[in-house]
């Protein structure tokens, strides 16, 4: 994290930053962005609370633009300390509640550690503080990315579709389409002249989805953010997802293009053997079915959009105020958009073809009959 300079609002000391350590937020800024900056005494009050011994280091992680990241190096070991910046402490609460169910069935996330007195966080001037055990992994960037990785990313995707099947507690839908065509209307009126041809574009979108998004299709407990920065790997191996922040009930499928978008494509255009390995991954824990592998277009064109919208609501969000404007650059997803669309070469057609041609009727009707007979046992 590179630090700028602290400032104190009423009495609650932040500090500016740029993001610099991760590789999809790479080269973007907060112009003022607020984040919590502990003393030496606090975090010390923290390790006592914690049980962690001393504290021989400490070191800030930035990651994501909504909560603070410490990493604490301690006679008991190396910890992760988050604050939430703009969650609820009901939000807080569900996430905390998730990662603990998916931590029980041995899904690879973020380990929660309670303190002496069997609390799963703290609070401190209406920010939720929790700490887990540090992973360690390393994030990757797309250009030094393995086929094995890619295909490792799409078996752990798979296993959190699987394992979450069991979760029954209600965690809104994030990534519904009304959610983000709202955003798209509340943003739209604010996009300036020059911009003409993107609202075209986005305003086609938005009709062209309204008509040909498929609802009916297996939903369950989706990541929804499932970029590159929030995977953890050693090595080949995955070993942490992190950043549940998102999570919610989705379709899978939506969840799985969020994916495409993210790990298959290379700036340019979407590489089709980085398709295949992801899918590959993924199928060998759960098959799609021909439902979801007829959507799937539809559905990488719905997380273009979404990401699309919300890059340019968070940056026109304060037309009026730099510095709480964020300049995250939208043309990322924008130009997969277009190409989605079919406006511009970029690898569509291969994925096309592949979606075409993937659904295999006797496998999916095997992994069927397994599911059925593991419910009625």
Known sequence: MIAENVIDIRGVKYIKAQFS???RLKGWSINVSLYTVLEKREIAQLAEDYGLGRVSKTEGIVNAPTHTSYRLDTAKGRYVLRIDEVKSEIDVRREIDLLLYLRKHGFPCPQLVVDRKGRPYHERDGRCLALYKFVDGHAREARHLT?????NAGRVLADLHV????YKKGVDNRFNFERVAEVYQEVRDRLPGYFKRITRTLDEEVAYLEHYLEGKLPKGIIHGDLFLDNIMFRGEKVVSIIEFEQASRGKYIFDLATAVNALCFDGER??????E?????YESLRTLSLAEWDAFPNELRFSALRFTVNLL????ANPFDDSKRINKDFREFYDRLRILRREREGGME?????MATGYDYRKYQKVRAIEKKGKSS
């Open 313 to 316: 609501s968070e940056f026109f």
């Open 147 to 151: 086929f094995a990785q890619i295909e």
């Open 277 to 281: 390995a992801l899918i590959g991954g």
């Open 350 to 354: 291969g994925l096309l073809m592949a």
């Open 270 to 275: 979407y590489d089709l053997k980085r398709f």
């Open 21 to 23: 350590n991760s590789p």
């Open 163 to 166: 394992v979450g099947k069991g």
